[in-house]
């Protein structure tokens, strides 16, 4: 799609951001100091509540990103973190003005570039927002591609959705997304339950729902069973998926049958996250 009559669906749809400044691929320069003293408050407190909730929920490998990522009174700046990212994991930032196409997208993380919000919420939107924004881009999915099984993973994750994209289904994919990258809970070798989903990790309220909420639905992270679980995107998760590790998801991107899953889930009616 390109970038005109998609800025004219976002339009339409009361998204937001100004895909006006948008290239080709949809990317768009951060604008640093565009910010306002507004901006760099409302990360400030975003972090500090968020940094506190996820020191005690979230796997050990989000919170060794974070730190590596350095950041914390200010809105960070993409060409700063860029330079400690690529020497880790190879990846880098890139500005988007929000959501852009799902073919934009896979084509972004299967070069190893994250498309990241160039805005942040404003004080009235404090504890939710229903589009992806700078603080969600970036504090939920950005500490994670510092480690290396994670940054292989999204990459891998990238070009499937391309392939799918190819075979004419993209809904079995994207939820796959949803159910891990989005709102994953991880249990190692009998540990503590964890969560490193960017959804999660972004949310106040979710993040301890899905950790130590009673009554919650966890199932075990299985491919097939993921590909086939509708979602909403508008509430709290109905089912969380909890992965045995980082490598376990991973390999679930190598397997030879990864393409004749998805398009069998693309055949068969969803299942109800409520009934998993
Ligand atoms: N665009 N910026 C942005 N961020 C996303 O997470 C995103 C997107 N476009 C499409 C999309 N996600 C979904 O189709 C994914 O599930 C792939
Ligand atoms: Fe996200």
């Given at each position: ?25 949809f ?7 565009a ?36 950041v ?36 972004h ?13 404003s ?41 799918a ?27 503590p ?19 130590h909420?009673p ?7 299985a491919?097939a069973?993921?590909?086939r ?8 998760q ?10 376990a ?28």
């Open positions: 799609m390109d970038v005109a009559s998609y800025a004219e669906a976002c339009a339409a749809d009361g998204l937001r951001g100004d895909y006006s400044a948008c290239r080709p691929d990317t768009v320069e951060q604008d640093y100091d910010y306002g003293a507004e901006d760099h408050a409302v990360w400030r407190a975003l972090f500090e509540r968020q940094s506190q909730l996820a020191s005690e929920m979230a796997h050990p490998s989000f919170l060794d990103g974070l730190r590596n990522l350095n914390g009174d200010r809105i960070p700046d993409f060409d700063q973190v860029n330079a400690q990212l690529q020497k880790r994991t190879g990846w880098t930032l890139v500005g988007v003005p929000g959501l852009i196409p799902a073919e934009a997208f896979f084509e993380l299967a070069g190893r570039r994250f498309p990241t919000t160039n805005w942040i919420r004080a009235d939107e404090f504890d939710y927002i229903v589009e992806p924004d700078l603080f969600h881009d970036f504090f939920g999915h950005v500490p994670l591609l510092s480690l290396p099984v994670f940054a292989d993973f999204m990459q891998l994750y990238g070009a499937t959705g391309q392939r994209i190819a075979q004419g289904s993209v809904e079995p994919v994207t939820r796959l997304y949803w159910y891990t990258a989005e709102y994953g809970l991880i249990r190692e070798a009998d540990g339950l964890k969560a490193y989903g960017a959804g999660l990790m972004s949310s106040a309220g979710e993040l301890p729902h899905a950790v909420g009554g919650v639905r966890r199932r075990p992270a491919l069973d993921i590909v679980t509708s979602y909403e995107i508008d509430k709290y109905r089912v969380y998926f909890v992965l045995d590790s980082f490598e998801l991973f390999q679930a991107l190598q397997s030879d049958d990864l393409d004749a899953v998805l398009s069998a889930a693309a055949k068969e009616p969803a299942v109800d996250p409520a009934t998993r």
